[in-house]
């Protein structure tokens, strides 16, 4: 019997989850399930709480449809070695990833779009140098949003745009999701 897959949404300190919102409306007919590395609250950029569902480790890679790593500031995240076999994982089984803002800047600097075309925030004169390194790997485009193969990355600013694609890059039709002209 083969289990219905799941949209999978990343969470840490600090994300930024209206930058998914839409997204997550878009993608309601679906599963939905929030992940993290620790079983705690979590409080998001503007401040409201969260309870995650799952911690990373309890779910099958292979059950990802749609894994979605929000902006905010992930530096704690960027080279973590749980969420680098996570999504190697997810990847290889044919899930889209998708990261928008701060969610790209996890997926540059775990290596997953070196040599990629990408967007996101290369041009924070904030970042370590280390991230700033990382960046200079992709094939970077100041586009609001890019898909490359099945990455999908965004800018912040771009989240509408982000959330008409993913429902086309997980095989959505135009009549199951509502869709603003843009």
């Known amino acids: 019997m083969h289990k219905e897959q799941k ?16 997204a997550l409306l878009y993608l309601s007919k679906y599963e ?8 705690k609250e979590y409080k998001s950029l503007s401040g409201q709480r969260f309870i995650v569902d799952f ?14 790593i929000p902006g905010g500031n992930p530096m704690h995240y960027l080279e973590n070695p749980n969420l680098f076999n996570f999504i190697s994982k997810a990847s290889l089984n ?7 803002c701060g969610g790209v800047d996890i997926l540059v600097s775990l290596g ?14 904030t970042h370590p ?3 700033k390194d990382s960046y200079a790997q992709t094939n970077y485009s100041n586009q609001g949003v890019v898909v490359y193969d099945n990455f999908v990355t965004a ?11 993913l429902p086309k890059q997980i095989g959505m039709k135009k009549d199951e999701y509502f869709e603003f002209d843009l």
Request: with cysteine.
């Open 94 to 100: 044919g899930a889209v990833i998708a990261g928008i």
């Open 155 to 165: 800018q912040g600013k771009a989240f509408i745009e982000f959330a008409s694609v």
């Open 55 to 68: 911690l990373l480790d309890e779910i099958d890679p292979s059950d990802v449809k749609l894994f979605i």
């Open 7 to 22: 949209i999978v949404v990343f969470y840490y300190e600090g994300f930024a989850e209206f930058e998914i919102s839409l």
């Open 112 to 125: 997953f779009l070196e040599g990629k075309s990408c967007t996101g925030n290369a041009l924070d004169p």
């Open 32 to 39: 939905i399930i929030s992940v993290a590395l620790e079983k």
């Open 129 to 131: 140098q280390s991230l």
